[in-house]
């Protein structure tokens, strides 16, 4: 119940969805339907909302219709399916599996209080609103690590926390002991290019060459690809 993931192909079957038809020639099976309606079951359970709305409708075909009604009625049926969905979630009685956004859900709606001196987020830049939401109600104090150039989790609902929570102070950690100071120079020009006005520091201790041979890179789009 905790860790089990629904796929679409079992919330088509436990729906008895359909499939349904965008406009010509754009017909959707119901394993389709029911994969947007996972996806907004996991949008809706990665922010920090207490109930399902338009934001979490997760279909990239609704710009397929022209008609706002149809766009209205179709987001009207994803989040009316996905709230059944979510209820038998809940329900410790029902085989719909609830999975890690789910519980994860449930507790930051539910309050909770942390009896700490303080709280340390490591990797902020990848964390859901879902837990900022829980982190930021805690009266103790919080600390937010993270590097906005590294967000690799957009795609699971994160968004960069480090731009959007307000802190009292905030510190920027420039000095690396990883490298020398040469490719720090390197890495200096390339985020320059995006505006970042702080500096990298290399270890002055550190020698590190850079290779200026010509190479290539190749890649895979699944792992079945790359064997």
């Not at 993931?5 to 394993?31: D, M, T, V």
């Not at 949008?43 to 397929?64: A, I, K, M, P, Y």
């Not at 969905?85 to 956004?101: E, M, Q, Y």
Request: charged letters at 20%.
């Amino acid at each position: 119940k905790l860790s089990g993931s629904l796929s679409p192909s079992r919330a088509a079957e436990f729906l008895k969805l359909e499939p349904i038809s965008l406009g010509e020639h754009r017909n959707y099976s119901a394993r389709q339907v029911g994969k947007w309606i996972v996806d907004t079951v996991a949008s809706f359970c990665r922010s920090e909302d207490l109930t399902f709305g338009l934001q979490h409708v997760s279909c990239g075909r609704l710009n397929e219709l022209t008609s706002e009604s149809d766009r209205d009625a179709l987001s009207e049926y994803l989040l009316k399916c996905a709230d059944y969905l979510w209820t038998n979630a809940r329900n410790p009685n029902s085989l719909i599996p609830l999975g890690h956004d789910g519980y994860l859900k449930l507790w930051s709606i539910s309050h909770p209080t942390f009896e700490h001196d303080f709280i340390l987020l490591d990797e902020a830049q990848d964390t859901n609103a879902a837990v900022i939401h829980a982190l930021t109600s805690q009266s103790v104090q919080t600390v937010y690590v993270g590097d906005k150039y590294q967000q690799i989790y957009g795609f699971r609902g994160a968004f960069n926390a480090m731009d959007k929570i307000h802190v009292p102070a905030e510190c920027a950690l420039t000095t690396s002991f990883r490298f020398g100071e040469s490719l720090a120079d390197v890495a200096n020009a390339l985020i320059g290019k995006f505006g970042e006005s702080r500096r990298i520091v290399g270890d002055r201790v550190k020698a590190t060459s850079i290779n200026t041979t010509a190479s290539s890179t190749k890649i895979y789009r699944t792992n079945m690809g790359l064997l």
